[in-house]
């Protein structure tokens, strides 16, 4: 029983490392590949050991990008900017918006509530290339093209939904008894949804949030057509890196572990919430 018992755990070990080997090595790869030339990058076979250079980060942030068809002004930085204001900016509104309307959707039970419920769901699996040429005009037409207002107002399509969804399950989780205790105490129903149900449900907001926060950020068809080069996002910025004189492989694996570490450092700030907020309802009694 012991050798068997060795013998399952040595298994068991054996492949959770073949696991986070197969899931972790193209993010170390391109962790690596950031510190590397394109000539370095290129050589074949692949050297694990080589001389690190910081001229892909340099230049990113001074964004002057050197090739062999000479040196471009890349605005790197500026769409990095431009993606924590549209990502930051749209789920705030979107949470303003979603939160309250999550909680009618949950509590108050209304002719057609799971018809408009389920509309605004609609919205969130529709393809983008869908809705992208009645958008494009109708933005023409209002001159909110090319403008962040309109870029964030486009992204509710994809915040919205998410939230208004994934929070309304976090109200209907929540005993609806404590907060009539809570009306009949004399309490307004405004005051209850700010101090009962808002707490309760906070992890779940938060959770909401940060997975709103990830796809707004991963955008990338939406401001490709809807907004110039000084106000698209970093997703978008990137086909900078694709120049005459070839792709500047270094760059864009430095350009993807600037862009990632935004996100990554929220996602653990708010590990915790996240997995209380996806947890939360889980198991029912």
């Known amino acids: 029983m012991e050798t068997t018992s060795t013998l399952e755990?040595?298994?068991?070990?054996?492949?959770?490392?073949?696991?986070v080997i197969f899931f972790m090595f193209?993010?170390?790869?391109?962790?690596?590949?950031?510190?590397?030339?394109?000539?370095?990058?290129?050589?074949?076979?692949?050297?694990?050991?080589?001389?690190?250079?910081?001229?892909?980060?340099?230049?990113?942030?001074?964004?002057?990008?050197?090739?062999?068809?000479?040196?471009?002004?890349?605005?790197?930085?500026?769409?990095?900017?431009?993606?924590?204001?549209?990502?930051?900016?749209?789920?705030?509104?979107?949470?303003?918006?979603?939160?309250?309307?999550?909680?009618?959707?949950?509590?108050?039970?209304?002719?057609?509530s799971e018809d408009i419920a389920f509309t605004l769901l609609s919205f969130r699996f529709a393809p983008p290339l869908l809705v992208l040429l009645p958008l494009t005009q109708y933005f023409q037409w209002l001159g909110l093209a090319n403008t962040y207002i309109g870029l964030i107002w486009v992204y509710q399509l994809i915040c919205l939904p998410l939230i208004l969804w994934i929070v309304r399950g976090y109200f209907e989780d929540i005993s609806a008894d404590v907060e009539y205790a809570y009306r009949i105490a004399g309490h307004s129903w405004f005051a209850t949804f700010r101090r009962i149900a808002l707490p309760l449900a906070g992890p779940g907001i938060a959770a909401a949030g940060l997975l709103a926060f990830i796809f707004a950020w991963n955008n990338f068809v939406f401001a490709l057509v809807l907004a110039s080069a000084d106000k698209q996002p970093v997703t978008v910025g990137a086909l900078a890196f694709v120049t005459s004189s070839g792709i500047q492989y270094g760059q864009i694996a430095a350009a993807i572990v600037l862009s990632v570490t935004p996100t990554l450092a929220l996602a653990l700030y708010a590990q915790r919430y996240l997995v209380e907020g996806l947890s939360l309802g889980a198991v029912k009694g």
């Open 9 to 19: 755990k040595t298994l068991r070990l054996l492949a959770l490392t073949l696991v």
């Open 26 to 112: 193209p993010i170390v790869w391109i962790f690596l590949m950031s510190f590397q030339t394109n000539e370095t990058i290129l050589r074949i076979p692949p050297q694990v050991i080589f001389e690190p250079t910081l001229s892909n980060y340099t230049a990113l942030i001074t964004g002057k990008l050197t090739s062999a068809a000479g040196t471009l002004d890349i605005a790197f930085m500026k769409n990095l900017g431009n993606s924590v204001f549209l990502s930051v900016t749209s789920v705030a509104l979107a949470l303003v918006l979603g939160v309250p309307a999550a909680y009618a959707f949950a509590r108050h039970k209304f002719k057609g």
